[in-house]
């Protein structure tokens, strides 16, 4: 392989292992230092790069082609930040080379981690009802917030895969949730309806991305920061207008 050849397998390997951590929910500031160690692993001395939650730009020097690749969906995955940070450790410890790194990305980027769709439904509902509890919430109304919990996550999952639109489905989520809580003090099933739909709420609230984005300001990310904050806003603001919509009628 010749010198061209190498640099542009670099540049698509560390665009990769950049991308699926950003798509991943990983910060910023991790993002680019795991772009910038793979670069140097491969004494690449002259690599910059600019990610956004939206876009990553890498170059490898000012002699070479300076790559662009979008990010079009943004998930939590943390056990592929993992592996990611795996192939970055193993190429820089040169355990492995470039070639193979890249490969393992692909892996990794083909490969679904999540759990079945009926076991995360059932970690939700536990969640729930476990908040709940921590909220000072009778025991009595775990099983309202188990159910409560598990459908609002449902329904969550399902309108997010039919539209796309992350705020429609947060919105509709929680109406449902307030909408069993709301049902069950009603018929006599649950006794607080505001702790109930606390505790329901609580998977569907944007925490990590409230995180990565207090962490990227402090990091001196702003741009990047500014519009996690934003896309956490807009998250909590779906959720709290599809509780009030239920709470106010």
């Known amino acids: 392989m010749n010198n061209e050849q190498n640099f542009e397998l670099a540049l698509d390997c560390f665009l990769l292992a950049g991308q699926i951590m950003m798509e991943s929910g990983a910060e910023t500031y991790r993002v680019e230092d795991t772009m910038l160690r793979m670069a140097r692993s491969q004494n690449i001395e002259d690599a910059q790069s600019y990610v956004t939650p939206t876009g990553i730009i890498l170059s490898l020097g000012k002699k070479q082609v300076t790559k662009i690749t979008s990010i079009a969906a943004r998930i939590t ?36 981690y ?16 476990c908040f709940l509890v921590l909220v000072n919430g009778y025991w009595s109304d775990m099983p309202v917030a188990f159910v409560a ?13 039919m539209t796309k639109v992350k705020f429609f ?12 809580a709301s049902l069950a003090v009603q018929f006599g099933l649950g ?3 505001d702790k109930i739909i606390v505790g329901s709420v609580m998977p569907l609230v944007p925490g990590l991305i409230i995180t990565n984005a207090v962490r990227d300001l402090m990091a001196g990310h702003f741009t990047a920061g500014i519009a996690k904050g934003a896309e956490a806003f807009l998250t ?3 959720i709290g207008a599809g509780i009030a919509l239920i709470v106010a009628s």
Do not use: C, W
């Open 77 to 112: 995955d943390l056990h592929k930040i993992a592996k990611v940070n795996n192939v970055s450790r193993k190429l820089t410890s040169q355990r492995i080379t470039l070639e193979e790194a890249y490969e393992e990305l692909r892996k990794i980027q083909k490969t679904n």
């Open 114 to 129: 999540f759990l079945p769709v009926h076991l995360q439904i059932l970690a939700a509902s536990i969640a729930s009802s």
């Open 149 to 161: 919990g598990g459908v609002g996550f449902f329904v969550f999952m399902i309108i997010q895969e």
């Open 169 to 180: 489905s947060e919105f509709l989520a929680a109406l449902v949730v307030g909408l069993i």
């Open 191 to 193: 006794k607080e309806m």
């Open 236 to 238: 909590a603001f779906a």
